[in-house]
């Protein structure tokens, strides 16, 4: 699924839209640019789970949590077994939390089949291509 937005607005509508149609367990993966969107995107599902929203960047921290979401930001690992000692796996595999991982090309091959793919490309200062794959 394609979708274009056009501010921070639109990307909050498709994020609601998406936190209707995840569940438990679920493992999220955001691709794409600096500056892309993907902490704006995260900022704003967690928001539309429902949840508390104080979403910031955990490039420094790698990974952060609110409520049962996991946030991690892999852009500083260099290897997957950095990811392992952050404990990435128990993240993923926990069946009671969503996990969205930033910068995730590291970790791809420990990913569920099922996990979400979305893929966030700079079109100009207000507008993304947000590409949606294996939503169920
Ligand atoms: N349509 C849009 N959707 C999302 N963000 C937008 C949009 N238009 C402008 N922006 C701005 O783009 C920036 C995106 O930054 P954000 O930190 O979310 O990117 P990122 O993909 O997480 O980058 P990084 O790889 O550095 O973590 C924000 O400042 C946001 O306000
Ligand atoms: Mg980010």
Redesign the pocket.
Same mark, same amino acid.
């Given at each position: 699924m394609e979708n274009i $937005? #056009? =501010?921070?607005g *639109? &990307?909050k509508k498709l994020a609601f839209e998406i936190a209707k149609r995840i569940k438990n367990g679920d493992v999220i993966a955001?691709y @794409? +640019?600096? @500056?892309? @969107? #993907? &902490?704006?995107?995260?900022?704003y599902l967690v928001e539309g789970l429902g949840l508390e929203n104080r979403v910031q =960047?955990p $490039?420094f921290v790698v990974a952060r949590k609110y409520g049962y979401v996991n946030h991690v +930001?892999l852009?500083r690992l260099t290897s997957k077994e950095e990811a392992k000692d952050i404990g990435i796996e128990e993240m993923i595999s926990d069946e009671e939390s969503i996990t969205v991982i *930033?910068?995730p090309e590291i970790i791809e091959d420990l990913f569920p089949r099922k996990a979400v793919k979305i893929y966030?490309e700079y079109i100009d200062?207000?507008?993304?291509k947000?590409t949606i794959k294996n939503l169920h």
């Open positions: $937005t #056009k =501010s921070t *639109e &990307t955001l @794409g +640019d600096l @500056g892309g @969107g #993907k &902490t704006t995107f995260t900022r =960047s $490039t +930001d852009y *930033e910068w966030f200062e207000n507008t993304r947000i």
